[in-house]
């Protein structure tokens, strides 16, 4: 800042101060005038009193304004007026050396030292406040172990905004499970009741909108920027977080774009993601995160990360663009296409010689490995030794890597996981031939989701949680959410085996499979021991394999043996009933465990 503006705050006229006033400045500018005995500190009784100069640790507010705290010593108090930002109320620690290089500036100047702290705002000029929108989501979590109940209803809280013809947009785990959802727009009273019309988990997002026309009346939209915020772009996330009643914001800026599973699962395809350094707290997500310099909405504000003080991800527009485009034409989003195909780089010199049969004079090209069955690129004809070369004409990189802009380069899953379901793409391969030489081609490839052994979502694809009680086996089908319940109730044993169905994917010649796994055991007499197979998965009953949860359910029910033989995959185990006192003890066992009936598939 210019010489002259601490005299001018010192002296504590608020219209002078302007919108880019510093936290640094102000205490610069107290201590400055503290020295020249212009300015004398004050204690918290408004009683003069002579200190020598220190620099102040922490601030808080006043009905005056600003409060600077020394730790150990009086208070401090500048008299610059109570019309600026109010800060939180637990107190914010300042950058120690107080030079000046990082501090809350109201509208346009970059928060560093400060990043991760939340300012509340009365009024900045530029940025959309009024589109910024408050959920409160009373939920009930189906409980996917125990698929016939729910889990206690809780209440969580988010932000979302408005981006035109009454649709608000959000993160999904803003909104899931919602059994009633609730909006309130920025400072306007009264909140309305809001209902879903789309949601995806494995992009996070979900559309919004709000039946009551009053909800809508003067509401402001929120314009998105189309390019994908650049490497140290000031941008500032606006949201509702640690259950603020009004917006707050953070600055940062834009320190790395990067591919990333959305859902946090690492199971579904990798979108484009942008990380700042500027916390996003519970609460804020959902909202959005805007450029400085345009003030238009760069991203959604998605997942902060616990070990990391002052970072956050976002979810940038084109991801949110494609994800509304595949809603307007289809009235639903599935999920994501995929090639289906595993790749190796091609970084060692021998690898490469051997795979391209000669010494090469580029750094470009990545290994098929494996195919997966029924996917995009074995319809379309690629096979299992082809090298990558290029996307619709962008060059792979022997890392597996494409140029996203400028120096910038993302995994060339970006070029795919970015279009919809039935796009096509134009892979340029190199295959070796009958002679031995590697001779280029080129395929057309229409884009499909990925055959899924482990479901990724319930409710799409046709997925949906069922179960089959067995004498007293619990049997489940896998699935990303069966695993993210493991990981709340710490059931490592089925967690572990959901991750190695997922890895024979590549593997499976049923288009219908589906893994099941043993995961519970209810207490009974006929179950005796068989808790020690909790988390396995099922091979065969009766001799003949299990394609799928319906299919076990089918093979019980027409069960006409004296026993019933459940064995197990990668061991000699099996559990072994006597279906006559099976069929006794079943309703005994139901009814102590409050389930209504052995299974909930129709038609068994």
């Known amino acids: ?145 125990r698929p016939w109940k729910v889990n206690s209803p809780g209440i969580a809280t988010g932000t979302g905004f408005h981006i035109g013809n009454k649709r608000i947009l959000t993160n999904n785990h803003v909104v899931d499970s919602g059994t009633s959802i609730r909006v309130r727009r920025h400072g306007i009273p009264g909140n309305f009741e809001a209902t879903v019309l ?84 519970p609460g804020n997500s959902g909202g959005p995160v805007f450029n400085q310099e345009t003030n238009k909405v760069v991203g959604v504000a998605f997942a902060g990360l616990t070990d990391a003080e002052g970072t956050g991800f976002i979810i940038p527009t084109p991801v949110v663009k494609n994800f509304i485009a595949v809603y307007e034409k289809t009235g639903k989003f599935e999920g994501l296409p995929s090639l289906g195909v595993h790749t190796q780089d091609l970084v060692n010199a021998s690898l490469r010689k051997y795979a391209f049969g000669a010494d090469t004079k580029h750094n470009d090209g990545v290994l098929i490995q494996k195919i997966q069955p029924f996917s995009s690129a074995k319809n379309a004809g690629v096979k299992e030794g082809d090298i990558l070369m290029a996307i619709d004409g962008n060059s792979v990189s022997q890392e597996g890597e494409v140029v996203f802009r400028g120096h910038e380069r993302v995994g060339y899953e970006f070029l795919i996981s970015k279009r919809p379901i039935g796009d096509q793409v134009k892979l340029s391969l190199l295959r070796k031939g009958e002679d031995g030489l590697m001779a280029p081609i080129e395929i057309d490839v229409t884009l499909m989701m990925n055959f899924a052994l482990v479901a990724r979502e319930l409710g799409k694809a046709g997925f949906e949680s069922h179960y089959v009680v067995v ?58 021991s068989y808790s020690d197979y909790i988390g396995k998965q099922v091979d065969t009953i009766n001799g003949e394999k299990v394609r799928n949860l319906r299919h076990a359910a089918e093979l019980v029910a027409q069960c006409s043996k004296n026993f019933l033989i459940v064995k197990f995959c990668d061991s000699n185990k099996l559990a072994a009933f006597d279906c006559e006192v099976m069929r006794a003890a079943m309703p005994i066992i139901l009814q102590q465990h409050k389930i209504p009936q052995w299974t909930d598939l129709e038609d068994i």
């Open 1 to 145: 800042m210019d010489g002259d503006v601490p005299r001018r705050i010192m002296t504590g006229a608020a219209d002078e101060m302007g919108p880019q006033i510093s936290l640094s400045a102000v205490v610069q500018a107290v201590m400055a005038a503290q020295r020249a005995g212009e300015y004398p500190p004050y204690d918290q009784d408004g009683n003069r009193q002579t200190l020598a100069p220190r620099t102040p640790s922490r601030v808080t507010t006043s009905s005056h304004g600003y409060r600077l705290i020394d730790e150990g010593s009086p208070y401090l108090e500048a008299g610059i007026g109570g019309d600026g930002p109010v800060f939180p109320k637990s107190p914010l620690l300042l950058n120690p050396d107080l030079n000046g290089s990082g501090a809350f500036d109201f509208p346009t100047r970059s928060l560093s030292a400060l990043g991760s702290s939340n300012v509340r705002i009365s009024d900045v000029e530029g940025l959309p406040f009024g589109c910024v929108i408050h959920f409160t989501n009373a939920f009930a979590e189906l409980d996917c172990l």
């Open 198 to 281: 789309c949601h995806s988990g494995v992009c996070d997002l979900a559309l919004v909108t709000v039946q009551d026309d009053e909800f809508w009346d003067g509401i402001p939209i929120a314009e998105f920027q189309d390019e994908v915020p650049a490497l140290d772009d000031t941008v500032v996330a606006v949201g509702y977080p640690m259950h603020a009643s009004t917006v707050t914001l953070t600055r940062g800026v834009v320190s790395n774009v990067h591919l990333k599973d959305l859902s946090l699962g690492n199971m579904n395809e990798s979108q484009l993601c942008v990380q700042i350094d500027a916390a996003i707290n």
């Open 471 to 528: 004498g007293g086996l619990v049997l489940l089908a896998a699935s990303v959410p069966l695993m993210k319940a493991c990981l709340v109730e710490q059931e490592h044993r089925i967690f572990e085996s959901i991750v190695k169905i997922h890895r024979t994917e590549y593997e499976t010649t049923d288009e219908d499979s589906e893994g099941v796994i043993l995961c519970d055991c209810l207490a009974h007499e006929i179950n005796v």
